[in-house]
């Protein structure tokens, strides 16, 4: 169907084996625009079927072609895929934007650009990637030499669809392995369309394969526990996670895991007071705050708390929440229904622990269909309060004052999660010294969201398992041999 945009949504096939595919049993579910609530399209309904066909295929791919071609032909090609996807950037924002309810201008300059960025990235790191050589006196020589981990599953979330399937699926292809992906059943079109670029690109049949369906008990759970499956890479909430890991346990897979965040912003009264509030502006509520990277615990010390509290809620206020397509949304509709009411269900939790709902709680006037939401300012709130411990996923902050320096990092401390922390300070020492005791797997200082792809990413306790980004992907997408050779 078409959109008031004129964007033709697709409906979505299984990829298996080079071919787009229904399901055996020609299953199939709704794809909900979470903007309208109407039907976009149709997607076929995997399970553990076509997870065994795929799987097979995947298997197959590790032994054809695939295995024969070199480091700079696989650069080559992840080089191409890159190219293909800003060749139909428009078009992919525009799904991703049908699919997900985000902003299409968000989309666009953010989302499908990095996509492709990640494949051009991971084309160019591959062919640096060196291996460790030792002489033991005059006695032997050791070497090691890296090869692909096998059939690895991809399981990727809604928020950043296409983003986040593309970190995973660039390094992965550029070990040489082969892929059986599972795209979240909320978002599934710019995946599909994944597959025709990735055919296009010229990566033999087999080697990419896409299964559509649901989680543990459908293709998500296939794909965990298959014997033939030799890794997994998943990014979502930690309760999944832990689903994953116990499926994947009989077969000893390898695990990387990106997973939830709670994510403290510390602000110091020597911070820069009109940087801090641009940028916590973006960290609060860029994506609907339907990122695991978002800012959505503040911590404000109290010299400056009601200073920042007032230009905060002003510039909040100022946020446009409107239709995907509009050119002055700065806010869209949240996912789904189910998530949804997930969110507004902490914020009903605020109202009953006193917590003083200082702008937004509500739908947006105007906006009666589609899954909406003011950005909301909460404060007042205990420490104890659900909504300050537990990761709510969408446009809802706390904010919390604080006196000493300790008594922060206690606090930015005291949670289950460790992905992110942000720091705000013109005091470098102090700077330095606050990031070294913060329980997280990335800290900024003076900024957020500053990515370098050679850099480590990934959490600390229930936010993750390993690290991606450089060569720490390409360490997970592959096995070490080392051989020695006595002399």
Known sequence: MTT?????AINCKH???GQFVESQNQKSFENINPATEEVLGHVAEGGKEEV?????????????????????ERSKILRRIGDLILERQEELARLESLDTGKPFSLANSVDIPRAAYNFHFFADYVISLGTDAYQQNQEALHYSIRRPVGVVGIIKPWNLPLLLLTWKLAPCLAMGNTAVIKPAEWTPMTATVLMEI?????????????????GP????????EHPDVDAISFIGEPS??????????????????????????????????DEVIATTIKSSFINQGQVCLCGSRIYVERPVYEQFLEKFVEKTKELKVGKPF????????????EHYERVNSYIDIAREDGGTILTGGKRPEGLEKGYYLEPTIIADLDYTSRCINEEIFGPVVTVVPFDTEEEVIMQA????????????????????????QIEAGIVWVNTWFLRDLRTPFGGMKHSGIGRTGGAHSLEFFSELSNITIKL
Do not use: C
């Open 4 to 8: 008031e945009t004129k964007v033709e």
């Open 413 to 436: 401390n005291d949670t289950h999660y460790g992905l992110s922390a942000t720091i705000w300070t013109s005091n470098l020492k102090r700077g330095h010294r606050v990031a070294h």
């Open 52 to 72: 065994d066909i795929a799987v097979a295929a995947a298997r197959s791919a590790l032994q054809g072609p695939w295995k024969m071609t070199t480091l700079e």
């Open 198 to 214: 990735i055919k296009e690109a010229g990566v033999p049949d087999g080697v990419v394969n896409l299964v559509h369906g649901f």
């Open 326 to 337: 509009d050119a002055d949304t700065n806010v869209g509709a949240l996912v789904g229904q």
């Open 240 to 273: 999944t996670g832990s689903s994953i890991m116990k499926a994947g346990a009989n077969s000893l897979k390898k695990l990387s895991f990106e997973l939830g965040g709670k994510n403290p912003n510390i602000i110091f009264a020597d911070a820069d007071m």
């Open 15 to 17: 990829f298996i084996n």
């Open 217 to 224: 008990n459908s293709a998500g759970g296939a794909i965990s």
